[in-house]
Every structure is written in structure tokens, then in C-alpha cells.
């Protein structure tokens, strides 16, 4: 039973570029979240995805946009890229058929880098 | 959201208990406690969830008091590999829909030889 994966593992852009990563979800998980972990700092919530919508959004601007696939794997989008945005970007899967828990499960996650 | 405060960083040795205390003042009444442990490059992952009392599994042990102002993350005789950051978090918990996660600074806790 394959874990919640994520794509590229690391990825080098430069500022005003745009990038996409990708996450697949933990086996029967529906709903996909996203989160931001600068160095040294905790994860900050991006958005959530369920049922091929954004359910929930965190403090983040629109250069930040996602999409769900009916295979309920998910892109995050960065476009115009900031220094700032340089981070460690996780996805975290649950399912909607479970009373919800905080047992989210986390990808590895994929080093930005910005430069 | 209830805002968390915990030790930045805590240093152990190897067969040593370690208790990590998190104070959660403004904890609201549906909001449960749940810890999660990550490893550098790595996502976080669940250690263990309570409300009140006492929760244990077979990773730690939760200790809530019953004015659910703090909590006490319990790891029984830790190991090198047990080095890692925690983070303690409160919030509610809704059915059919996962809640977002706010994640604070976090616990370093190194385990020394």
C-alpha cells in the first residue's frame, strides 16, 4: 500500500518563473492538502482539496492555485516566483469517509528552491 | 485557532523518559490535542491524539489535566532514532471534512549517546 508521494523530490527555479509539484494521495484518500514548511519553521496550511474543489484556503496569495484530478491526485502552482517561496512544500492526504482526525498523512515532500 | 506554547529544543539521553509539556491556555471545548513527530526532510507524522486524561499507544503516552490548559507528549526510554522535531497542536475536529493544521515552532529534541 503505496504512501502519499510527491514529485519532483527537489527543484531549482529562478525569480518570475511559475512551477508545478505533484502529490498523490495515500490509497483510498479523497482529500489532499498542501503545506509550506520554511526553514526551521512549522508547515503552514496552503489549501485543500476535495472532490476536485479548493475547500480551504490559508493565508497564501492567488500566485498559488491548485487542481484535483478525478484520480484524486493533486498540482500545486506557484507562478511568479518570490525568493520567499523557496520552502519545502508537503501534501498531506486523508479520507472524507472517516470522521476527521488529525491522522493526515504527509508526503515527503519537494525542496523549492528559488534563486 | 488555540495558539500552542512549547520548549524550542530539549536535549535527552539513549533509555531516558522524555516529557515534552505544551500550554494551550485559550484551548476551546471541542478542540482535541494531538501531536506529530518530523524528521528533517521529511513530512510530519501522527504520534498520537487526545481530549482529556490519559491516551497511550505504543509510541507515547498523552497526559491532559482536567483543565485542558496544557499537555504532556510522554516518550517512553528514547533512542538516537527518536531525535526529531514535535509539535503539538489544538483544534477542532469536524466529520467529512480534514481540518487544516496549524503547526507551531515546534519541540527539537536531541537524544544523546
Known amino acids: 500500500d503505496a504512501g502519499v508521494t510527491q514529485s519532483p523530490t527537489h527543484l531549482i527555479k529562478t525569480r518570475g518563473q511559475q512551477v508545478t509539484l505533484r502529490c498523490s494521495p495515500k490509497?483510498?484518500?479523497?482529500?489532499v492538502s498542501w503545506y509550506q514548511q520554511a526553514l526551521g519553521q512549522g508547515p503552514q496550511f496552503i489549501f485543500q482539496y476535495y472532490e476536485e474543489e479548493e475547500r480551504q484556503r490559508g493565508n497564501f496569495p492567488d500566485r498559488f492555485s491548485g487542481h484535483q484530478f478525478p484520480n484524486y491526485s493533486s498540482e500545486l502552482n506557484v507562478n511568479a516566483l518570490l525568493l520567499g517561496d523557496s520552502a519545502l512544500y508537503l501534501c498531506a492526504s486523508s479520507s472524507s469517509q472517516l470522521a476527521a482526525t488529525d491522522t493526515q498523512y504527509f508526503g515527503p515532500g519537494t525542496r523549492l528552491t528559488v534563486l | 485557532l488555540a495558539k500552542t506554547t512549547q520548549p524550542i529544543s530539549m536535549d535527552s539521553y539513549e533509555g531516558q523518559e522524555v516529557n515534552i509539556t505544551c500550554s494551550h491556555n485559550?484551548?476551546?471545548?471541542?478542540?482535541?490535542i494531538t501531536w506529530y513527530q518530523q524528521f528533517p526532510s521529511q513530512g510530519p507524522r501522527f504520534i498520537i491524539q487526545?481530549?482529556?486524561t490519559k491516551v497511550t499507544n505504543e509510541v507515547a503516552s498523552l497526559f491532559i489535566p482536567a483543565d485542558r490548559k496544557s499537555s504532556t507528549l510522554s516518550l517512553p526510554r528514547v533512542s538516537l532514532s527518536d531525535t526529531a522535531v514535535y509539535y503539538c497542536l489544538v483544534g477542532a475536529i469536524s466529520s467529512g471534512s480534514a481540518r487544516q493544521l496549524t503547526f507551531g515552532s515546534g519541540t527539537q529534541l536531541t537524544v544523546l549517546p
Open positions: 485559550n484551548i476551546a471545548t471541542n478542540d482535541y
Open positions: 487526545g481530549y482529556k
Open positions: 490509497s483510498g484518500h479523497d482529500t
